[in-house]
């Protein structure tokens, strides 16, 4: 006679971890902004107008800042096929913005493009991302780009004694932090460095700035702003700034900075400061009018009515012409 066979319990269907609706929200709606402005940078790249060679200028790409062997550690060179007639030129040294995790020189050709088609030799850089790469790692490549322009602009065709510092977004923070670099005695290591060189830019473009990381909410309690676009600007801090923080962060916060009162050991350069009103950003540029101004510093801004963040990539708009129009001018005025 067989013996009943024992009776297998099967395993308890276990329910698959639910993934919380806000971190979904967040997940999707990120996926869909870097989406959006990795893609219409491609696109934008296959139109007749955006070859350099339809605008006499010349690109030299991905040249090593830091000799790490990182694409994160590169930039590009733009600058008219007839600079050497020319004589030295001034230069722009660009810094992408993109919350301080996304985009890329790449994604920011169309800013080479546009200051080299005025004259200006471009230095368009990469640098590390977060959040494999918290703060201070992205102000640290930052200024060592500035040194690596100041020590090598000539070589290209530039004049460092006649620079620029230009960002958006997250690049206008960086800008305005490595010009504080150049103009106050700072104890970071990389700070000092950018300090040494001597050379203070000439002017500062910083658009559109998150120029304060910490305290995002901030811009919440200025004005009401849809859920979609809080989790945009909190992904910001979340992954710039680590865990456990530094003693100093100063130069993720250079508002703060320059609302301080700490005296500069340097006079600071002029800036340009565009926004457009409906930047959920504008009053960071509003506060650094205000800080620069007490300081007696020249601080031009300019608001252009009706205008969403970073509005002056989109070139082929009027508002965005004006804007480049008008950051021309500035630079003529001051680039004597």
Not at 147 to 160: F, K, L
């Amino acid at each position: 006679m067989n013996k009943p066979q024992p009776r297998i319990k099967p395993s308890p269907v276990l329910p698959r971890p639910r993934i919380a609706p806000e971190l979904l929200r967040r997940q999707i709606g990120s996926m869909v902004i870097d989406g959006f402005f990795q893609g219409i940078s491609r696109v934008a790249q296959f139109l007749p107008d955006s070859r350099p060679e339809r605008h006499d200028v010349e690109v030299i790409r991905d040249i090593p800042y830091l000799q790490t062997g990182s694409s994160a550690h590169t930039l590009d060179i733009y600058r008219p096929r007839n600079h050497a007639a020319s004589g030295p030129l001034p230069v722009v040294l660009y810094i992408h913005g993109g919350g301080f995790r996304i985009l890329s020189k790449d994604t920011h050709w169309v800013m080479g493009l546009f200051f080299a088609k005025q004259g200006f030799v471009v230095v368009n850089i990469n640098y590390r991302l977060a959040p494999a790469n918290p703060f201070p790692a992205a102000i640290e490549d930052a200024c060592a780009a500035y040194i690596w322009t100041v020590e090598n602009a000539a070589r290209y065709g530039g004049d460092p004694s006649r620079l620029v510092v230009s960002g958006e977004s997250a690049g206008a923070n960086l800008a305005t932090s490595v010009t504080i670099a150049s103009t106050f005695e700072r104890p970071e290591t990389f700070a000092s460095d950018v300090f040494q060189t001597e050379i203070v830019p000439t002017a500062v473009i910083p658009a559109c700035g998150m120029l304060q990381v910490s305290d995002i909410d901030r811009l919440a309690r200025r004005r009401p702003l849809p859920r979609w676009l809080l989790d945009r600007l909190e992904e910001v801090p979340a992954a710039y700034l680590p865990p456990e923080l530094p003693d100093n962060i100063d130069l993720a916060d250079p508002l703060l900075v320059l609302e301080s009162d700490t005296e500069p050991a340097r006079e600071l350069p002029p800036f340009f400061a565009p926004v457009g009103t409906r930047d959920p950003l504008l009053d960071d540029t509003r506060r650094l009018h205000t800080a620069l101004t007490r300081r007696g510093t020249p601080c031009t801004v300019r608001y252009y009515p009706g205008e969403i963040h970073a509005f002056h990539a989109f070139t082929w708009r009027p508002q965005a012409q004006k804007c480049w129009d008008e950051s021309f001018s500035f630079l003529k005025q001051h680039m004597q």
